[in-house]
């Protein structure tokens, strides 16, 4: 399973003809969303490939508690993609746009109650994760680890 933040590094490197394609502005609503609770982040970067999990796939054991709000968050895609709310490729987690609030003085995201069920599944597990970002600590070391280390 190719991870969301996988998908967000590759889409920042490629030229885009219209920034208004839906997957790109799914993508980069999660971008904004950890912005929020983190302003001074490099979301792309920080990331795109850190840990067994941030990044390409996932496997093995996390590396530290960032690398486990990735595990839980690529588990949250899979579980959307099973959630009888969504439907298949119409409500893919890596499309699907949603509304949510950002409240920069207290770093909050709210996901907002006109969504549908699956678009506040969805917008859930994008807010869970950047909560959890911002609660983790970033180790240098857990950059782009080897993936013979995630066992």
């Not at 990331?47 to 796939?57: I, S, T, V």
């Not at 109650?113 to 909560?131: G, L, T, V």
Request: charged share 25%; net charge negative; hydrophobic share 30%.
């Amino acid at each position: 399973v190719t991870s969301f933040l996988s998908i967000v590094a590759a889409l920042q490197s490629l030229p885009f003809q219209s920034t208004q394609s839906l997957d790109y502005k799914a993508l980069n609503q999660f971008r904004r969303m950890i912005l929020c609770v983190m302003p001074d982040s490099w979301p792309v970067f920080d990331y795109a490939d850190y840990g067994c999990y941030c990044g390409k796939g996932g496997s093995g054991t996390p590396v530290d508690d960032l690398d486990r709000c990735c595990q839980v968050h690529d588990q949250c895609y899979s579980d959307a993609m099973q959630h009888p709310e969504c439907w298949p490729i119409i409500d893919n987690p890596y499309t699907e746009l949603y509304d949510y609030s950002c409240d920069k003085k207290n770093r909050k995201v709210t996901c907002s109650d006109e969504n549908d069920e699956c678009e506040m599944f969805i917008c859930e597990c994008d807010r869970k994760a950047a909560e959890c970002f911002a609660r983790s600590h970033w180790n240098p070391d857990h950059e782009h680890l080897p993936s013979d280390q995630c066992h």
